[in-house]
């Protein structure tokens, strides 16, 4: 099977990138290493170094003649998409339409399309939790905004043009290889702190809760979605919310750190409650959470402790 993962040098695109690989498939991977690493991406998969919105990424994906693509490039802070709507609306939305494009003027059978979405920055701070995909979306970032803007093309271009597609969204995803940079880059920014015996900054009064799930179940979610015929969203989470205290606490247990948590102010648009209720992609597709946080959490810390900076 012919897989492309833009996005693929990335931390979720390569744990994905490697599950394919695995399985046999010939991948393509589409990443200009904004932060994404070419040393992620294993030999086994070819890397095309180019931004998606790129004008030759059309002729890059007909030449290649994918029966998926699965679409994880993406500009991922939401503090930057704070700081500046224009880029982020640049990659997530224009760059994701170009995608689009692509794969619906490919000269061969068009490839159904997985859209890694956000479910921690899609649905605000609702009253009950966990929430679910019933719940309308109310993004509090441009970040937010702009992957809810895809999901809203989707069906527009499965209308016009039958794109089948799978739209998930994820929570706070966490493991080996992650960049301190993303939605739950705490677990990356702690463990990293907390090996080089540095000082540890919680914003806040470490109360917001957060639902963190391993990248490997994440990658199950997505492999399930290729093989759906339905268009989702579907939220891919635990369904438990942790507060930063005991997410700081387990790993300091981990990473043997004496030192207490140093509290800082809050910070702007930080929201204060989400986990997602999953029980719709477990209906669906049989996909259920595999991995516990203190056993992701130990996994990660092992791999931080075995490629320190
Ligand atoms: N990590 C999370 O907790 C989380 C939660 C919800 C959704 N997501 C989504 O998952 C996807 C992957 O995120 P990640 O955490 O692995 O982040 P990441 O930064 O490790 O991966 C993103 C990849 O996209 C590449 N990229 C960025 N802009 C690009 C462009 N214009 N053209 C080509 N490549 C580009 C980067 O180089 C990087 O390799 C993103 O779409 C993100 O929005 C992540």
């Given at each position: ?9 990335g931390?979720?695109?390569?744990h994905?990138?490697d599950?394919?690989v ?17 040393i ?13 919105g790129?004008?030759?990424?059309g ?11 699965f679409?994880?490039?993406?500009q991922?802070?939401v503090?930057v998409?704070?700081r ?34 956000t ?8 009253e ?9 979306a ?13 999901e ?8 016009l043009f039958g794109l ?8 706070n ?13 705490v ?6 702190a907390?090996?080089a ?30 093989e ?9 989470g ?19 750190y ?7 102010p ?31 959490l ?12």
């Amino acid at each position: 099977m012919k897989s492309v993962v833009t996005g693929g040098a990335g931390f979720i695109g390569s744990h994905l990138v490697d599950r394919l690989v695995d399985a046999g498939d010939d991948v393509l991977v589409i990443d200009d290493l904004s932060s994404g690493k070419e040393i992620n991406v294993p030999s086994g998969a070819r890397l095309e170094e180019m931004d998606i919105g790129d004008d030759r990424l059309g002729s890059v994906l007909d030449s290649f003649g994918p029966a998926r693509v699965f679409h994880a490039a993406a500009q991922i802070s939401v503090s930057v998409s704070a700081r500046e709507p224009m880029t982020d609306a640049k990659t997530n939305v224009i760059g994701t339409l170009n995608v689009l494009e692509a794969i619906r003027n490919a000269s061969g059978e068009q490839a159904k399309f997985v859209f890694v979405s956000t479910g921690g920055a899609m649905y605000g701070e609702p009253e009950q939790l966990p929430a679910a995909e019933a719940l309308p979306a109310s993004p509090g970032s441009p970040y937010g905004a702009s992957k809810h803007t895809v999901e809203i093309y989707l069906p527009v271009y499965e209308r016009l043009f039958g794109l089948n597609h799978t739209t998930l969204r994820l929570a706070n995803v966490y493991g080996p290889r992650q960049d301190p940079h993303g939605e739950a880059g705490v677990v990356a920014i702690f463990s990293r702190a907390m090996l080089a015996g540095r000082d540890v900054t919680i914003f806040g009064d470490g109360k917001d809760e957060r639902d963190y799930v391993y990248v490997g179940d994440v990658v199950e979610a997505l492999v399930l979605a290729a093989e759906s015929n339905e268009g989702g969203p579907y939220n891919v989470g635990t369904g438990i919310g942790t507060n930063v205290n005991d997410l700081f606490g387990v790993l300091a247990e981990l990473c043997d750190y004496g030192q207490p948590a140093i509290y800082g102010p809050p910070r702007a648009g930080d929201i204060g409650k989400i986990s997602l209720d999953s029980a719709l992609l477990s209906r669906d597709m049989g996909w259920r959470p595999e991995t516990g946080l203190v056993d992701g959490l130990a996994t990660t810390v092992s791999w931080f402790r075995a490629n320190p900076d």
